[in-house]
């Protein structure tokens, strides 16, 4: 397996003055550390992050793309846009655009579709609710998510990276077990082999309060590969124990 991949998604935070702050100190020890890493920002500062992290080990990544290629579509991003600044990363379907902007399935397949066309590794997320859960439907669920995005990319499904994000434990201080998330990670490994040869090229990241305190746990279940962080992303030295813990 590939090194760990940790990525920060800093969500709708940050100003040029903290994002700043934050880069330079994180990239000051990002020097000796063996995990992939990576941060997704606010569209209006994939400049200055660009800029910023140019050269270094930490990747750009953005949040969301749109699923249109160009033209009337007030207010998107198009997966060009995102290259031309040199995004090498791009989330969809995170839990807070398929509920807050009603995002389907077949929206965020092809989310992951533009994204993969312009040559940006989409971070497919998938997650089930509290309710979903507590109905024991965690597994449908989530299956159901990534079925989407296999049927739209079938040949080139190894090419993009899988985020189990528990909706219940996204910014609430509840995280999934190592249990609990190793059994679902093993789920969605499950579906990748049966639809692609190298299924062992994806990485299935964890999200949902991963901290300084559990990432190491998380970490060390077989199939969790990495993190998806939102808080604990944007401070720089809580991020920094993360990823040394990823690169043990
Ligand atoms: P928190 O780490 O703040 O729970 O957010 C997780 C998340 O949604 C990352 O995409």
């Keep these: 397996m590939a090194a760990k991949l940790m990525v920060g998604n800093w969500k709708m935070n940050g ?12 990239l000051a020890v990002m020097g000796g550390l063996t995990c992939r890493a990576a941060v997704c920002v606010p569209a209006p500062y994939l400049a200055q992050a660009q800029a910023l992290l140019a050269g270094s080990a930490l990747a750009l990544g953005a949040q969301d793309v749109s699923a249109h290629e160009a033209g ?10 995102l290259r031309d600044f040199a995004v090498r990363y791009c989330i969809v379907g995170h839990s807070e655009r398929r509920q807050y902007h009603g995002e389907s399935d077949v929206t965020v397949a092809s989310k992951a579709q533009r994204a993969l066309a312009a040559g940006i590794t989409p ?66 490994r499950a579906q990748l082999q049966a639809a692609t040869a190298h299924a062992d090229r994806v990485s299935i990241l964890y999200g949902g309060s991963m901290n300084a305190a559990n990432a190491a746990d998380l970490l060390a279940q077989p199939d969790v590969d990495g993190g998806l962080i939102g808080g604990a992303a944007l401070k720089a030295s809580e991020f920094l124990t993360m990823l040394k813990a990823a690169s043990r």
């Design 123 to 188: 971070i497919v997320c998938v997650g089930e609710s509290l309710a979903e859960r507590d109905a024991g439907q965690t597994e449908a669920v989530v299956k159901r998510q990534l079925a989407a995005v296999i049927h739209t990319n079938g040949h080139c499904i190894s090419e993009i990276v899988v985020a189990y994000e528990p909706v219940w434990a996204i910014g609430t201080g509840l995280t999934a077990t190592p249990e609990q998330a190793q059994h679902v990670h093993a789920v969605l």
């Design 72 to 81: 009337a579509y007030t207010g998107e991003v198009s997966a060009d846009m």
């Design 15 to 26: 100003s040029l003055a903290a994002n700043a702050s934050l880069l330079s100190e994180v």
